[in-house]
């Protein structure tokens, strides 16, 4: 037998750690802001910042340069006693080098030692299989026992290789410390020999065309979505183990249009939020990530005419029944979970 028993799946791995979530702590996580923790300047933003996102993500991997990994991890740890992140219901979350580097065992342990009670979820690069997870969960159990935490810290793992997306379903379930997957898409392309260099997004290669017409006129083509089969099987695993699943980067920081369209393909199929890069970015995610007021309007009607949930009604020429009551709490419930943190949109969905 390969997997733990179910007694053993929800048990501390080290003496004197926190007993694992058996559910997730339910949270407003529509962007994951990334900072640059090294860049004195763009960490002294962090306070002003915080209330103005879901969460906020020290990164400590790629884009920081590597004689600037200590500046970064030191960077972290000054962000975690900046804020009240735990009092004021920001996220507070870093991205750690990958498992094979020279960074990863000092990142990890300075972290939860130094920085463990702010800490929610530490980022895990290119995982690749559940023992990528495993070896995390044991080293950080032992941490969180020395540092005398009372709370599990969580893991979100990005999906940025082939093998990693052939293994997603294990990575998921591999342990309830795990809170989330996010889109690698830039690593990911370049693990699946992808010809492009964008990061994220669709590719004006990408098309679908109509056939030939009669009279030999101009045939209409299509940009296609290179991303969707990859965030449709991501959604599928992150829900079947009871996790959330997130897009990730959107590297056009100038077309927020674009930005905006592809962030509302992972919303519609699933997705929780997004990553942000740029402060430019934090209100497209905030707008695609929080359901639109008609949208949570006639999904009451629903839930109203079927107090039950069951039976058959009408509305507005539409069949609704069991089935559509779910649809429909689904973004009642994230509403709700909005209106607690946005006094605007709070008054656009009870109006
Ligand atoms: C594939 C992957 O792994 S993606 C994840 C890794 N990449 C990252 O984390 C990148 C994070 N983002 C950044 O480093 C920056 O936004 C960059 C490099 C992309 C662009 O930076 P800039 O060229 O400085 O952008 P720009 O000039 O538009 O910045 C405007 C202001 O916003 C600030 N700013 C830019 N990015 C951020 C950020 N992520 N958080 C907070 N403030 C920021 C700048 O410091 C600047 O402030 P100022 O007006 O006080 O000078
Ligand atoms: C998100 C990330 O790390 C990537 O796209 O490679
Ligand atoms: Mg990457």
């Given amino acids: 037998m390969s997997q733990k028993t179910p007694r053993s799946f929800f048990k501390p791995l080290s003496i004197g750690a926190p007993e694992p979530y058996r559910e997730l702590p339910v949270k407003l996580e529509r962007m994951i802001h990334f900072v640059p923790p090294h860049l004195d300047k763009v960490r002294a933003k962090v306070p002003d910042m915080a209330p103005t996102v879901d969460v906020i993500l020290a990164n400590l991997e790629d884009a920081i340069p590597a004689d600037a990994k200590d500046a970064a991890r030191?960077?972290?740890?000054?962000?975690?006693?900046?804020?009240?992140?735990?009092?004021?219901?920001?996220?507070?979350?870093?991205r750690v080098n990958c498992l094979n580097s020279p960074w990863f065992q000092d990142d990890v342990s300075e972290l939860v030692l130094k920085a463990g009670h702010q800490l929610?979820?530490?980022?895990?690069?290119?995982?690749?299989?559940?023992?990528?997870?495993?070896?995390?969960?044991?080293?950080?159990?032992q941490l969180e026992a020395k540092a005398g935490l009372t709370r599990p810290i969580l893991f979100h793992a990005i999906l940025e290789t082939a093998e990693g997306v052939a293994?997603?379903?294990?990575?998921?379930?591999?342990?309830?410390?795990?809170?989330?997957?996010?889109?690698?898409?830039a690593d990911l392309a370049a693990s699946r020999k992808m010809k492009t260099t964008r990061v994220g997004g669709g590719h004006p290669f990408y098309r679908v065309i109509e056939d030939p017409k009669e009279d030999g006129s101009a045939r209409l083509s299509a940009q296609q979505d290179?991303?969707?089969?990859?965030?449709?099987?991501?959604?599928?695993?992150c829900r079947m183990a009871g996790i959330n699943a997130f897009y990730g980067p959107f590297g056009d920081i100038g077309d927020l249009e674009a930005c905006e369209q592809q962030f509302r393909n992972a919303f519609?199929?699933?997705?929780?939020?997004?990553?942000?890069?740029?402060?430019?970015q934090i209100a497209v995610a905030k707008r695609v990530?929080?359901?639109?007021?008609?949208?949570?309007?006639f999904a009451r009607k629903i839930l109203a005419a079927m107090p039950d949930g069951s039976g058959v009604a009408m509305i507005d020429g539409k069949m609704q029944d069991d089935a559509t009551w779910k649809q429909a709490?689904?973004?009642?419930d994230l509403a709700d979970l909005?209106?607690?943190?946005?006094?605007?949109?709070?008054?656009?969905?009870?109006?």
Avoid at 167 to 183: D, T
């Fill in 74 to 94: 030191a960077g972290a740890i000054e962000m975690a006693n900046m804020y009240d992140w735990q009092g004021k219901g920001t996220g507070f979350w870093s």
């Fill in 120 to 141: 929610d979820v530490i980022m895990l690069p290119k995982v690749e299989g559940p023992w990528d997870i495993h070896f995390a969960d044991q080293y950080v159990a």
């Fill in 167 to 185: 293994r997603v379903e294990e990575i998921a379930l591999a342990s309830p410390r795990m809170q989330g997957i996010s889109l690698g898409p």
């Fill in 226 to 237: 290179p991303w969707h089969y990859t965030i449709a099987r991501l959604v599928d695993a």
């Fill in 268 to 280: 519609l199929l699933g997705c929780a939020g997004t990553w942000s890069l740029h402060p430019s």
């Fill in 289 to 297: 990530f929080s359901p639109d007021p008609e949208e949570v309007k």
């Fill in 329 to 332: 709490k689904v973004i009642s």
């Fill in 338 to 351: 909005v209106a607690s943190k946005d006094p605007d949109l709070a008054a656009a969905y009870a109006g």
